[in-house]
């Protein structure tokens, strides 16, 4: 024989749960839901973009570098356009004829004279340079040798007489030889002719007279 039973059951829920379960929300928990939504939101936003800077990371590493010549990437083909511009007019040529004959020597012998400057305030002055008398080959005979007085000059003279009267023959020489006044006498290419010819030079009077070369 079974037994068949019968209950009844009461289910009682809250404001909020029926808001939940049946779309309607309490204004009680209005407000409240608002805050929580918007904080919600606020870290939904922020870690959005914190994957989307990661994502852009990941995709910078990821794409391989551009080629930086124009050579390794390939030049798109150039098309040139057909130009409106009326084509340039030709220069006439100019010939020049090179000069022959007369005219070509004549050009090179033209010459240019060209005014000197000079600096101002300056004086060119000409020195001229007495040469020392050179000696030849040969002997003289030195009668008098002095100092470079006007009376020294006189004995020369006077010494230049005598020996004329003595070798009548040979030249005489009354110079003054610096830095004192000279008498010479004789051009003898042998030295046994000057030797000859000092003997009367000293019997003359000059007994420091001596034989030199020219």
């Given amino acids: 024989m079974g037994l068949h039973a019968q209950g009844k059951v009461t289910v009682t829920q809250s404001s909020a749960i029926d808001a939940v379960v049946n779309g309607k929300k309490s204004p009680?928990?209005?407000?409240?839901?608002?805050?929580?939504?918007r904080r919600a939101a606020k870290r939904a936003e922020k870690e959005r973009q914190k994957q989307e800077k990661i994502r852009r990371k990941n995709?910078?590493?990821m794409v391989p570098s551009q080629p930086s010549s124009s050579k390794q990437r390939g030049d798109a083909p150039r098309v040139q356009l057909p130009s409106n511009r009326p084509p340039a007019a030709k220069e006439p040529?100019?010939?020049?004829?090179?000069?022959?004959?007369?005219?070509?020597?004549?050009?090179?012998m033209v010459l240019v004279r060209r005014p000197i400057r000079r600096q101002v305030g300056t004086e060119t002055r000409q020195v001229l340079r007495r040469k020392a008398p050179r000696r030849g080959k040969g002997f003289r005979i030195a009668v008098y040798s002095g100092g470079n007085t006007r009376e020294d000059r006189n004995k020369a003279?006077?010494?230049?007489?005598?020996?004329?009267?003595?070798?009548?023959?040979?030249?005489?020489?009354?110079h003054f030889y610096s830095p004192r006044w000279m008498c010479l006498v004789g051009n003898f290419e042998e030295y046994k002719d000057?030797?000859?010819?000092?003997?009367?030079?000293?019997?003359?009077?000059?007994?420091?007279?001596?034989?030199?070369?020219?």
């Fill in 93 to 108: 040529k100019i010939t020049v004829q090179e000069p022959t004959g007369e005219a070509r020597d004549y050009k090179r």
């Fill in 28 to 37: 009680q928990n209005d407000k409240r839901m608002s805050r929580e939504e």
């Fill in 157 to 174: 003279e006077l010494a230049g007489q005598k020996v004329k009267d003595a070798l009548p023959d040979q030249p005489v020489y009354v």
């Fill in 194 to 214: 000057a030797q000859k010819a000092l003997w009367k030079v000293k019997k003359a009077g000059y007994k420091s007279a001596n034989i030199i070369r020219k």
């Fill in 59 to 61: 995709q910078q590493l």
